[in-house]
């Protein structure tokens, strides 16, 4: 029985890639409200662990609930349906389309066309797009996309965020920007983070969780966790991992 302030539980979850095991065995907790970030040096597992929360892969074993329903058999559409923010390391966006199509589009989903316009107009406003707002997508700079799919997640008002490097090949005054709307959207939603740059984990870490070799390794605050002397060995000590 789901507790009711968590809002995303892994259970017993392991994935398989043929005869290799890339996670074993990982329970986790999300609660309503929280901000989490994951990390781990390169091949630790945490990539594919975001795959399976967000629905773009199947657990080899275990399952995962979300808001109390098990997503393992689910579609990524129907996991969104229920409240669900994913945005990839790659940007999922319409290239072909202008930035402001793309973010009407998504806004239209969660609250149909009468008042799509308005949350769009805002969300421009909100994430310094309007300079762009004509513009096709696929012209942007990529740090420009990055900002509209972040921009396509928050139109929806999802429950629970996915991110998967936010930061990715942002500069320093739009990596500082992106940290200050991770904790603004925390406000009003559970956030969950992977990221390999320290510093801007730094900004925004409320509880890190640590994985190493398939399995979580380390769970605490970012206090906690950079002064643990294993993690220091496997992550810090051997460089940041992607």
Known sequence: MTQ????LEARGVGKRFGGVRALGNIDFTLRRGELRCLIGPNG???STFFKLLSGQMAPSEGDIL???????RAQQHAIAQRGMGIKNQVPTVLDGLTV???LWLAARSACGSHAAQDRAEQLKARLGLRAVARKLVGELAHGQRQWVEIGMVVAREPKVILLDEPAAGMSDEETLRMAELILELN???AVVVVEHDMAFIGRIAR???VFHQGGILQ?????QIIADPRVRDVYLGRGRGA
């Open 4 to 7: 009711p302030d968590i809002i």
């Open 44 to 46: 630790a597992g945490k």
């Open 66 to 72: 979300f808001d109390g329903r098990s997503i393992r």
């Open 100 to 102: 402001d199509e793309n």
């Open 187 to 189: 406000a009003r939603a």
């Open 207 to 209: 509880t890190v969780t």
């Open 219 to 223: 769970e605490g605050s970012f206090a």
